[in-house]
């Protein structure tokens, strides 16, 4: 170790040797202050030439050296361990919730799949409050099959204004035309007098950019009490004991964008309210494109659907603060409790998505990639916008 002083060569190792008695001096204010740096990270405020001679492996000692590769070493383990479980816990979660190349349009939201399953507790059957349901309405249909005698037991859901709710003037009204026949007595109680807002609709949207359709998730309690009743039944059958409940993520359903037909707008509004709310895209009414209409759980409500399909792109998305409070202006309305999180699905993987017998999929979801699929490949305009 050499060293400029007073315009000589100054070796300070020799200087060192030949100042015997000073050495250990030399030695112990070194030593310390090392430890002082390590311990309190001091600045470094000494001469150039007494710094080089501090790092110098011929004064600092060999214990001292072993322990700051040691603390090195550890730190450098720390990182590296960190650093693997954060891609360990990214690549578990793509595994887990984004099979089939399903990308999230909104993955720091509090609706994406992960955080939603933080927030949910595991649901508790009890029987049902206070006796009857302000959503569901069940009821008994007699009727005759070749002069035999037939019942069918059906529900009605999604009631809407009952003659209890509205203005005084529009109860005198809905009584003055209430129905008197019996048989019209008998259907009241199951309609009870009712504005319609029973349709509902679906809307199946392609996203130009990304290649994608655009796919809603979502948790759906009714299907992971199924799950479980599912899981019971085949631990009877088994004679084993009664399985612990499923996983939350088997309550989390695929569908499409849909909606209750309410607020007396026409089935084009609402598909377009219903696509800004939950996707977070703004079309016009007239940009979609009607393209079929069926009935749903046709065993006990037949319930009427209406499909609508329309094409976007990055330019229509909303801003977050103008959505129903998810991420990039979708996820619903928080009101009304919904969690949703808005998937991209590309259209190399709608087979193998379809195909996936682990993945909830509502059957409107699984038509409307069919639809899809057939009209990208005959090259037809996907809504009305082209």
């Excluded at 650093?83 to 990308?103: C, D, I, K, M, P």
């Excluded at 059957?125 to 309405?137: D, H, M, T, V, W």
């Excluded at 808005?342 to 038509?367: E, Q, R």
Aim: contains cysteine; positive net charge.
């Amino acid at each position: 170790m050499y060293t400029r002083r007073r315009g000589r060569e100054f070796d300070f190792r020799s200087f060192a040797k030949k100042k015997k008695k000073k050495h250990f001096i030399f030695r112990a204010f070194f030593v310390f202050f090392d430890l002082a740096r390590i311990s309190f990270s001091l600045p470094s405020f000494l001469p150039r030439h007494l710094m080089r001679a501090l790092h110098s492996s011929a004064i600092r000692s060999a214990p001292l050296r072993r322990s700051m590769a040691s603390r090195a070493a550890e730190t450098t383990a720390a990182a590296t361990a960190a650093t693997g479980e954060a891609s360990s816990s990214s690549s578990a979660n793509a595994r887990r919730f984004y099979r089939h190349s399903l990308v999230s349009l909104q993955p720091d939201s509090k609706h994406a799949a992960p955080q939603l399953l933080s927030r949910l507790t595991s649901p508790v059957a009890q029987p049902l409050i206070n006796g009857e349901s302000k959503f569901i309405r069940t009821a008994s249909l007699l009727f005759e099959l070749d002069g035999r005698p037939r019942r069918w037991d059906v529900a009605r859901s999604h009631p809407s204004v009952s003659e209890l709710e509205g203005s005084e003037e529009e109860r005198r009204k809905r009584k003055r035309t209430r129905r008197t026949t019996e048989e019209e007595k008998t259907h009241s109680f199951f309609f009870k007098n009712e504005k319609t807002k029973k349709k509902k609709v679906s809307v199946v949207i392609y996203h130009r950019e990304r290649k994608s359709a655009l796919v809603v998730r979502q948790f759906r309690p009714a299907v992971w009490a199924a799950a479980l009743a599912e899981a019971q039944e085949e631990a009877a059958e088994k004679l084993k004991d009664v399985p612990p409940p499923p996983p939350l993520e088997a309550g989390l359903t695929f569908e499409l964008c849909a909606g209750i037909l309410d607020k007396g707008s026409s089935l084009e509004e609402t598909a377009a309210e219903e696509v800004a709310e939950e996707c977070g895209f703004r079309i016009d009414p007239s940009d979609l494109r009607r393209i079929a209409c069926y009935h749903s759980a046709i065993g006990i409500s037949g319930a009427r659907h209406t499909v609508f399909a329309v094409s976007v792109d990055d330019g229509d998305a909303l801003k977050e603060e103008t959505g129903g409070g998810g991420g990039g202006g979708g996820g619903g309305v928080a009101s009304d409790g919904e969690a949703i999180e808005t998937l991209a699905l590309p259209l190399a993987s709608f087979d193998t998505f379809c195909a996936d017998d682990s993945l909830a999929k509502s059957a409107g979801l699984v038509f409307g990639l069919g639809w899809l699929q057939k009209r990208l490949k005959s090259g037809e305009p996907i809504g009305m916008k082209v």
